[in-house]
């Protein structure tokens, strides 16, 4: 579902009790092409001042300044509530049993997932690409919230924005991946029509299928595709040189 926050065009999945997140799109912010224009990522080539400005923009949707990570599409969690954190820490997922601690990542054809306990006392968010997904960060993400509320029993995620199932083209390399996992993955793979040795992958089915093994009860899909959605999403895939949206996730302030 879309919505504004601040001033700034959202989407967003299930309300969930305690628990407060959504992904922004690219509207809302001051950036001209190819970053137009709420480009949240430093690193994407854009101005400076133009990401430090879309991030004041975000900041007033926020109830502090988020935890934000230098991704490597690897499968490493952090606990955003242990003390003397680097800044922008090199991995791709972290978690939170603190309110008002604000959990981001980054992407632009990549998977953003939160996932919360069914009581919202622990949180967690990550960014989730064939490499990160096919490594385990959403099993990692998991485990280390499962660490810090062991009393939980009932889980939930929401995966949101990403490439979708007709835009994802890949080679063995993915699917072997995935397979080495679990075979039953191969049914989220299709030969694309006319091109030997490439197929289709469906990324948001593959995270849901990772997170129902991993114990997670409810999952929900945004079922959009950032690929074809031009006109909301960011989309490396599509442009290569473009901005970064972001998911933004937090428990409930005391």
């Known amino acids: 579902m879309e919505r504004v926050m601040e001033g700034l065009p959202v989407v967003t999945g299930p309300a969930w009790a305690g628990v407060n997140y959504f992904c922004t799109t690219r509207a809302g912010g001051v950036g001209v092409a190819p970053h137009d224009t709420l480009n949240l990522g430093r690193r994407a080539g854009d101005d400076p001042d133009t990401v430090a400005e879309n991030r004041r923009r975000l900041r007033a949707a926020l109830p502090a300044e988020p935890l934000w990570l230098r991704q490597v599409h690897g499968s490493d969690v952090i606990d955003a509530d242990a003390a003397d954190l680097p800044d922008e820490p090199a991995l791709d997922a972290s978690v939170t049993a603190q309110p008002g601690r604000v959990l981001a990542v980054m992407v632009a054809d990549c998977l953003p997932v939160v996932i919360a306990d069914a009581d919202g006392r622990v949180l967690g968010a990550a960014h989730a690409g064939w ?20 009393g939980a ?73 950032t690929v074809a959605d031009a006109g909301r999403f960011f989309s490396y895939r599509r442009d290569s040189e473009t901005g970064r949206m972001a998911l933004l996730a937090w428990l409930d302030p005391d």
């Open 131 to 150: 490499r990160g997904l096919s490594g385990g960060v959403l099993e990692n993400t998991l485990a280390a919230m499962r660490a810090k509320a062991p």
């Open 153 to 225: 029993t009932a889980w939930r995620a929401w995966v949101g924005p990403g490439i979708g199932p007709d835009a994802f083209e890949v080679g063995r390399d993915v699917l072997d991946a995935f397979m080495a996992y679990d075979p039953a993955a191969e049914r989220y793979f299709r030969p694309r029509p006319g091109v030997p040795g490439k197929w289709l992958a469906d990324l948001a089915g593959l995270a849901e299928f990772r997170l129902c093994r991993a114990g997670v009860q409810d999952v929900t899909l945004s079922g959009l595709c």
